[in-house]
């Protein structure tokens, strides 16, 4: 089993700049990948950015430009950089691990609880 623990609620003007962190802890080596998906009221979820075990990277089109993932293998932490933020990207955050080595054959197996992200205008 994988725990994922989400931190950095905020809240911030639209053009502002957000961090998220997600710790991940337990059998951390069954996983393929982390990411980053979102849920926006009366939206679909939707897989914002993945990093891989070996470091390759895939984003959104909503978001690339803006929103870095990256990781501190160290801490056994995932980061997601914000900038630039819209009200548009207020959503509920998740962190998720699963299998897969890209955002098309990605599956999350393990969620986090989530975290809120308010852009104002």
């Known amino acids: 089993q994988v725990q994922l623990v989400e931190s950095g609620v905020g809240s911030v003007q639209a053009g502002g700049s957000l961090r998220l962190s997600c710790l991940a802890s337990?059998?951390?080596?069954?996983?393929?990948?982390i990411s980053w998906s979102r849920q926006a009221p009366g939206k679909q979820r939707e897989l914002v950015a993945l990093?891989?075990?070996?470091?390759?990277?895939n984003y959104a089109d909503s978001v690339k430009g803006r929103f870095t993932i990256s990781r501190d293998s160290a801490k056994k932490t995932v980061y997601l950089q914000m900038n630039s933020l819209k009200p548009e990207d207020t959503a509920v955050y998740y962190c998720?691990?699963?299998?897969?080595?890209?955002?098309?054959?990605?599956?999350?197996?393990?969620w986090g609880r989530g975290t809120q992200v308010t852009v104002s205008s």
């Open positions: 337990g059998n951390i080596l069954t996983i393929d990948a």
């Open positions: 990093i891989t075990n070996g470091g390759r990277t």
């Open positions: 998720t691990a699963g299998g897969g080595s890209n955002s098309r054959t990605y599956s999350p197996r393990h």
